[in-house]
């Protein structure tokens, strides 16, 4: 059995930083990787490795500039594996590749039969 590993945003060593501590969501896709949600952004373990890092680091997501809001509340994958992130009211973006492909102000409403 592992050891426990305990990550915080006021982490001294930078491989257990957060970008937030009331994290919101946690979600493992398909390829392993680990997502948070949290307050004040995405946050992701990629497989194999212990350290979280800023979504940032790995593709590029700028909360602020790319993102429509820095608290997410739920991530969910498609058939296609394509993230989507899901904002408060309803909001959302499906994400993949590293590219914001559509951010969607409006309530994103019930997935079709068959999506997810």
């Not at 059995?1 to 398909?30: E, L, T, W």
């Not at 602020?64 to 899901?86: C, E, H, K, T, V």
Request: hydrophobic share 35%.
């Amino acid at each position: 059995m592992s050891k426990a590993q305990y990550y915080s945003a006021n982490a001294p060593d930078a491989g257990k930083k957060i970008s937030s501590d009331r994290v919101h969501v946690i979600f493992k896709d398909a390829s392993g990787h680990i997502w948070l949600g949290t307050e004040n952004g995405l946050d992701v373990m990629i497989v194999n490795t212990p350290i979280f890092r800023p979504s940032q680091d790995v593709y590029s997501y700028i909360v602020g500039q790319n993102f429509a809001n820095n608290r997410i509340y739920s991530i969910s994958q498609d058939r296609l594996d394509n993230l989507w992130i899901f904002y408060r009211k309803g909001s959302c973006e499906n994400i993949a590749a590293g590219k914001i492909f559509q951010v969607y102000k409006q309530l994103c409403g019930k997935p079709k039969k068959g999506d997810f």
